[in-house]
C-alpha cells in the first residue's frame, strides 16, 4: 500500500498513467493510424483550450453589454486590486474599512494579484475565471482517455464542458470557487486513479479558497480512510475539519467589523425556533421547498445519474449538505455559482462508474472489442449522458452565445460608456449595481442607493440610507434584465433609486451633468451654507 511520501510525481501524475493503475490499458481502436492520430498528451489540452475560448466570450461579452454586476464582480475586483497594490483586501463596496476576509475567507485569490498589476481591471478576473474552470477539464480529459479510451474522453470534455454548474458560473461574475474547480477535479482524479498522496497535496489548498471548502478536505479524508491509507485519512480529514472551524469560529470574525461570521445566519435556527429542532427536521428540510430535489437531481444529471454508482460522489456531500440546509434560497437552486465545485466530482463520478465495465466485465476478457456488451453499455452510457447535457444547455447560459442580442452592443450599452466617460480617474463614486465594474479599475466606487449598511449585507434599511458622499453619482433607470435576475435593479426598487437620485439632487446639493439613455450623472455641488436644508 503506498503510502503519502511514496507520490513523488504529484504535478505529472494527474495525467500520465503509471504502471501499477489498476485499469488495463486501452487498446488502439479498429482502423486506427497511430502516427497519424493527435497526439494523446495534448487532447485535454485542447479541450481546455476550445472551452476556455467559449467560457471567456461568454464573460467578455457580458461585461461589454453592462450585465457584469458590483455584487459580487466589482466587489472581487476591488479585493485583488487591494492585493495587487500590496494591501489588505479592503472592498469599500461591502462597507467602510470592509476587510473581505471577513465575509469569507479567500486568501487564495491574492495569487491574481499580479496579473491584475500588468493588466488592470475586470477583464482580468473574468479571464482568469474562464481559464481556470476549462483547465479543470485536463485532469477528468485524460483519466477518461486513459480507462475508456479516446473517444470517450471526448465525450466526457463535452459532458463537463458544457454542464450547467459550469456554465452558471461563468456567465455571473467572478468568484472565489473558480480557484477550487481545477484543485478538486485534480484531487478527485488522483483518488481515482489510488495515487493517495497527490489527491491529499491537491486538496488541500481548498482551505485556502473558500471556509467550507476544509469540509470537501475532510470528505477526502474520509475517502482514503475507506479506501486507501487509513492514518493519512483520519489526518486528512480532522485537517479540514479543523480549517473550517478555525476559519468560520476565529478568522472571519477576527476580520469582520461586526466581530460574528457574516453568514453564519444563513445556518441558524431558522423557521424551528431552536438548534434542535432544526437537527431534528433537517432531512426533512434538505429536500423542501421542492427547488432542491429539483436541484439534487440536475446536479448529478449531466452523468445521466450513474456518478451515483461511484463512490467519489460522496465528496459532493459536504456542499449539498450546507446548500440544502441554508436558509437563504439562492443557494438551493440552479443559477450563480454554488453548484461549480460539484461538476467535476459528478464527471469524475461517470467515469469511475464506466471504467468498472473495462476492469470487471466483459471488456476486461481478451478478444473484447467494439461490438461487445461491455463496450455498447458504455457508448450508450455516454451518449445518454451527452443528450441529457444537450437537453440542459439551453436553458443554461453558454446558450446566449446563439442569441443575437449577444452580438449587438446596442444603444444603452453605449450611452453608458459615454457618461462614464466623464468620470475622471481616482475620483469617489457612488453607482447602481450593472454600472460598478464599469468603475472599479479606475476609480473609488460604492453601490448607489447605499448598500450595505453598516456592513449588514441581509438588512434593507430602505428607511434610514445615509446621505452620499461620493464625488459622482451615476444611476442607470434602464438596466437590462440579464442571466439570472429579471430586473437590474438590485438591490432596491427602481421607484426608491429614483427617489433617492432626486433627493441627492434636492436635499444633499449633487447637480446634473448629463442624461442619456436613461443613465444619469450627477456631481456634488459647492457645500451649502449652516442651515440651508432641502
Known amino acids: 500500500m503506498r503510502t503519502f511520501s511514496d507520490n513523488t510525481a504529484v504535478w ?15 487498446a488502439p481502436e479498429p482502423g486506427s493510424r497511430p502516427a497519424a492520430r493527435f497526439p494523446a498528451a495534448l487532447l485535454p489540452w485542447a479541450w481546455a483550450a476550445g472551452l476556455f475560448a467559449l467560457y471567456a466570450t461568454v464573460s467578455v461579452r457580458r461585461h461589454l453589454l453592462i450585465r457584469t454586476t458590483g455584487y459580487d464582480l466589482g466587489i472581487f475586483e476591488q479585493a485583488v486590486r487591494a492585493y495587487a497594490q500590496f494591501g489588505p483586501p479592503v472592498v469599500p463596496l461591502r462597507g467602510e474599512d470592509f476587510n473581505l476576509l471577513g465575509d469569507h475567507f479567500h486568501p487564495a485569490i491574492a495569487v491574481l494579484a499580479p496579473l491584475y498589476r500588468i493588466w488592470p481591471g475586470p477583464l482580468t478576473l473574468l479571464l482568469a475565471q474562464a481559464a481556470l474552470l476549462a483547465v479543470a477539464v485536463v485532469p477528468l480529459a485524460g483519466w477518461a482517455a486513459e480507462v475508456l479510451g479516446r473517444r470517450a474522453a471526448h465525450a466526457v470534455a463535452l459532458v463537463y464542458g458544457l454542464s450547467w454548474g459550469i456554465a452558471s458560473a461563468v456567465a455571473f461574475d467572478f468568484h472565489e470557487v473558480a480557484l477550487a474547480v481545477p484543485l478538486v477535479s485534480a484531487a478527485v482524479v488522483a483518488l481515482g486513479r489510488r495515487r493517495w498522496g497527490a ?28 479506501k486507501g491509507p487509513r492514518r493519512l485519512g483520519l489526518l486528512t480529514a480532522a485537517a479540514g475539519l479543523t480549517a473550517s472551524a478555525v476559519e468560520i469560529k476565529l478568522l472571519l470574525p477576527a476580520f469582520n467589523p461586526a466581530g460574528g461570521y457574516a453568514h453564519g445566519e444563513n445556518l441558524g435556527e431558522g423557521a ?14 434538505a429536500l423542501r421547498p421542492d427547488i432542491k430535489a429539483m436541484t439534487l437531481v440536475l446536479v448529478f444529471a449531466p452523468s445521466a445519474l450513474l456518478a451515483l454508482r461511484s463512490p467519489l460522489a460522496l465528496l459532493a456531500l459536504p456542499t449539498l449538505t ?24 459528478v464527471t469524475a463520478g461517470l467515469i469511475d462508474a464506466l471504467r468498472h465495465w473495462r476492469t470487471t466485465g466483459p471488456a476486461a476478457e481478451p478478444g473484447f472489442g467494439a461490438r461487445s456488451p461491455a463496450a ?13 447535457t444537450a437537453v440542459i444547455l439551453p436553458s443554461f447560459p453558454l446558450a446566449q452565445l446563439a442569441q443575437r442580442a449577444t452580438w ?32 472599479t479599475a479606475r ?11 453598516d456592513a449588514r449585507l441581509y438588512e434593507y434599511a430602505r428607511d434610514r440610507l445615509p446621505r452620499p458622499t461620493a464625488q459622482w453619482i451615476v444611476h442607470d433607470r434602464e438596466a437590462p434584465p440579464a442571466w439570472p435576475y429579471h430586473a437590474g435593479h438590485w438591490p432596491y426598487p427602481p421607484e426608491q433609486q429614483s427617489a433617492e437620485l432626486e433627493r441627492a439632487q434636492r436635499v444633499y446639493g449633487y447637480r446634473k451633468v448629463a442624461e442619456r439613455d436613461g443613465i444619469t450623472l450627477l456631481r456634488m455641488g459647492p457645500p451649502r451654507a449652516p442651515g440651508a436644508h432641502g
Do not use: C
Open 376 to 388: 455498447r453499455h458504455i457508448r450508450a452510457s455516454l451518449v445518454t449522458a451527452l443528450a441529457v
Open 443 to 453: 476609480t473609488e466606487v460604492v453601490l448607489f442607493p447605499t448598500f450595505p449598511v
Open 199 to 226: 489527491a491529499v497535496l491537491w486538496a488541500a489548498p481548498l482551505v485556502l479558497v473558500k471556509e467550507d471548502l476544509g469540509l470537501t478536505l475532510a470528505a477526502v479524508g474520509a475517502y482514503l480512510a475507506w
Open 272 to 285: 424551528h425556533g431552536s438548534l434542535l429542532a432544526t437537527i431534528a427536521f433537517a432531512p426533512l428540510d
Open 322 to 345: 450546507w446548500r440544502m440546509l441554508s436558509q437563504n434560497a439562492f443557494h438551493w437552486g440552479t443559477s450563480f455559482h454554488y453548484s461549480a465545485v460539484l461538476m467535476p466530482i
Open 12 to 26: 505529472r501524475g494527474v495525467l500520465r498513467p503509471r504502471s501499477s493503475d489498476s485499469a488495463p490499458a486501452v
Open 408 to 439: 449587438r452592443t446596442g444603444e444603452h450599452a453605449a450611452a453608458a460608456r459615454a457618461v462614464l466617460a466623464k468620470i475622471p480617474d481616482g475620483a469617489t463614486v457612488a453607482a447602481t449595481n450593472r454600472l460598478v465594474p464599469q468603475l
